[in-house]
């Protein structure tokens, strides 16, 4: 399991690769202050002004699965 921790940032991802099929679970989270900008206008959809103190939060939260394929091929031939 790996975590990384830095100030308002938060990363998460376990890997299981004791069976055949090998899966992960990968996790990230992030928390941006919007600083006040007298250059900047920040307005939502309807042209309403964020507070100062308003937040912008990351999500991301991912799962990957891993199986491996096996083709055999079998070269034949033909004796007269």
């Given amino acids: ?5 830095i100030a308002d940032m938060f990363f998460m991802r376990y890997e299981n690769t004791a069976g055949k099929t090998d899966w992960s679970i990968s996790y990230y989270r992030n928390v941006e202050s919007l600083n006040p900008d007298p250059l900047r206008n920040w307005t939502d959809e309807s042209g309403k002004p964020y507070p100062n103190v308003a937040k912008v939060k990351t999500h991301h ?12 091929c079998r070269q034949m031939s033909q004796k007269p």
């Fill in 61 to 72: 939260g991912e799962i990957n699965l891993h199986h491996p394929m096996t083709y055999y």
């Fill in 1 to 5: 399991m790996v975590t990384l921790v």
